[in-house]
Every structure is written in C-alpha cells, then in structure tokens.
C-alpha cells in the first residue's frame, strides 16, 4: 500500500515562503514520477510541477515558474516543493502525487490528502 502525505502548508504574508514535503511510503520511491497539484474550491485540480524518477527532469506550470522549486530525496522518499514569492493567487490546497509506469498506456497514481497554503495580501 502506497501512502503519501503532505506537510509544511500554512499562513504566509505574499512575497514569503515556504516549503512543502510529501513523505513516501511503500512501494519503491525512486520509480515514481513525482508531481505536486493545487486545488481551489470550484476548479479542477492543476498541476503545478513534477519531477522525474532520477531527479533529473522538471517541468512547471508557467504561473509558478521561477519562483517555485520541485526536488526529491530518494534516500529519504520524500519530494518538496519549494514555493517563494507567493502570491494570494497561490492560495489553494496542495496535493502531491506519485506515478508509476507500469507499460504502455497502464500507470499507478497515488494521491495525498493535501495541506492547505493560504498567502494573505
């Protein structure tokens, strides 16, 4: 059984930081492509950065390039997102997720429970 969960959400005044983590358990880490989503009420899901398995490729959504980081410790299974500069736009729920190729056309996805990241003006 493949757990996740998120922690380091909270407060923070716009132009802070912070950094969120996504601890992993079960299964084998290093496979998974990470990824982190955000979720506000009424939207879909979207994604916000992902990381491949080696650490080697990042991608990000264009609303938070520059100003947030995706890396990943394999040692310790955890992948962190770390956000600065925030703005109030960034205010949503914060979920992490792992993917696993199994072949093609077939994955395994798993989801965190999210933690909310609120930025006040």
């Known amino acids: 059984q493949v757990q996740l969960v998120e922690s380091g959400g909270g407060l923070v005044q716009a132009g802070g930081s912070l950094r969120l983590s996504c601890a992993v358990s079960g299964g084998t880490f290093s496979s998974y492509t990470m990824a982190w989503f955000r979720q506000t009420p009424g939207k879909e899901r979207e994604s916000v950065a992902s990381?491949?398995?080696?650490?080697?490729?990042?991608t990000y959504s264009d609303s938070v390039k520059g100003r947030f980081t995706i890396s990943r410790d394999n040692a310790k299974n955890t992948v962190y997102l770390q956000m600065n500069m925030l703005k109030p736009e960034d205010t949503a729920v914060y979920y992490c997720?792992?993917?696993?190729?199994?072949?093609?056309?077939?994955?395994?996805?798993?989801w965190g429970q999210g933690t909310q990241v609120t930025v006040s003006s």
């Open positions: 997720q792992a993917k696993l190729y199994i072949t093609v056309g077939l994955e395994n996805t798993y």
């Open positions: 990381i491949a398995w080696s650490g080697g490729r990042t």
